[in-house]
Each structure stands twice: as structure tokens, then as C-alpha cells.
């Protein structure tokens, strides 16, 4: 059986809200600076109700990174296996960006193989002085989706910006509730957050698909798929 096949106790059918692959096959890609899905209505209710309710500390709050996420590895948090364990709606979001209709959908959309890739879900909390310098995610990341979680009123603004290798800000996904930008990343997809006001705190739930060559492996949701499909 698949990680996408299997449940744990109490988890709900990762199909029951799971709406992401009918509405990716609908979604036409924006090309400007490069290929990207915005999408709206992204998560079930009850993942979102989980991630929204999910408090990892003061701790995992991140002002001012110095333009990246690495230099607070220590304070990240991930939908890992002891998160699934604990709270079976992530267990059935994680159940449900595994399964093989989600991976089909991307694989189709984006053009891409997921067959035997990794899943990463990292939920990110970003305060006021938060930036991100400009970088594209090449190298084992073989999907990117940024998902915005927050409901303050300023939050329309604060989603992730599309970049010039410079950092100049070319295209701003928003950051509507539940809204998200999709992109493969490649050399050209420049991305980041242009340091502007955070009047509370910025939510967003990271979805990465990673090769073999991913290390942390702490920080996956599922490990990578063994063998291809016939």
C-alpha cells in the first residue's frame, strides 16, 4: 500500500475535501516573470482549522531572518510524522498532497515527475521585520506551493513576491485566506518577500516535493516513493 493509499486511526478520507487536483486542471499558468498557478480555496476546511489552531511557540516566529530561512533551522516547524500522529487532520491533508490523484494533477499541469518524490509541509510564522532575499529553489526541490493562512486585514498584501534576480518585485501573488502560488522551480524562478509591514503574523504553509538528494529528513511528511510507475 501507498503512503497516499494509507490512513491513520481517526484520519478523514484524504479525498472527502481535498478539492486542489480538480481546481490545478482548471487553472490556466500566469508566464509573467515565469510559469505560475495562483489559486484560490486551496485546503479543506479542516486543515485549515489545524494549521490556524497550530501553535509551535514563540519560539517558531520569525522577525527579521537576515533574508533566509536557514538561519533559524532550530525554531522551523514541519508536518511531520510525530505532527500526523498527533492531529489527525494534518495526518489527512499530508494523506491527501501524497496521493496519487494529487500527483497526477501536478505531474499533468506542471509538466513535471513526481513519481518517486518526497513530501515536505512546513508551516511558516513571520512577524514584523521578516524579508527573504531573492532565490528560486533549484536544486531538490521539484515543486513549490505557498499556501497564505492569515485572515488580519493587511494580509492581502503580504503575499510572496515574484523577482528579478535583483530582488525587484515584478509580480506579488496576493495573500488572500487560503490563496496560493504554484511554481516548479528552474533558474529563473526568482522569488522571495520584499520587507514591508507585518501588523500581526504571517502564516503560510510551504508544500515542496524533494528528491532522494533531500538530507533533513525530519522535516518530511513522507519519505521519497520507491521504484516508478509502469
Known amino acids: 500500500m501507498s503512503h497516499g493509499d494509507s490512513l491513520s486511526q481517526g484520519a478523514v478520507s484524504p479525498d472527502a475535501e ?6 490545478l486542471a482548471r487553472t490556466a499558468a500566469a508566464r509573467t516573470p515565469y510559469a505560475h498557478w495562483l489559486l484560490d480555496d486551496v485546503l479543506p476546511a479542516s486543515a ?10 514563540a519560539q517558531a516566529i520569525a522577525g527579521d531572518v537576515e533574508g533566509r530561512r536557514e538561519t533559524r533551522n532550530a525554531h522551523r516547524v514541519f508536518v511531520n510524522a510525530e505532527t ?11 494523506h491527501a498532497f501524497d496521493s496519487e490523484a494529487m500527483r497526477r ?22 512577524t514584523d521585520g521578516f524579508w527573504l532575499a531573492p532565490h528560486t529553489d533549484i536544486g531538490a526541490k521539484k515543486l513549490t506551493l505557498l499556501v ?26 496576493p495573500g488572500t485566506f ?7 522551480p528552474a533558474d529563473d524562478t526568482w522569488h522571495g518577500f520584499v520587507r514591508r509591514p507585518i501588523n500581526g503574523v504571517r502564516r503560510t504553509l510551504i508544500v515542496n516535493f524533494v528528491d532522494d538528494s533531500w538530507r533533513a529528513v525530519h522535516e518530511l511528511a513522507f519519505g521519497p516513493r520507491a521504484g516508478t510507475r509502469h
Open 105 to 126: 494533477a501536478f505531474e499533468q499541469s506542471c509538466g513535471i515527475a513526481l513519481d518517486t518524490a518526497a513530501l515536505r509541509l512546513e508551516l511558516c510564522l513571520d
Open 84 to 94: 500526523r500522529a498527533r492531529d489527525p487532520r494534518l495526518d489527512s491533508l499530508a
Open 178 to 184: 487560503n490563496s496560493a502560488v504554484l511554481f516548479i
Open 48 to 57: 485549515c482549522a489545524a494549521l490556524e489552531e497550530w501553535d509551535p511557540g
Open 148 to 173: 497564505s493562512l492569515s485572515r488580519e486585514a493587511d494580509a492581502i498584501d503580504w503575499g510572496t513576491d515574484l523577482m528579478t534576480p535583483q530582488g525587484e518585485s515584478v509580480a506579488r501573488a
Open 18 to 23: 481535498f478539492a486542489l487536483p480538480a481546481l
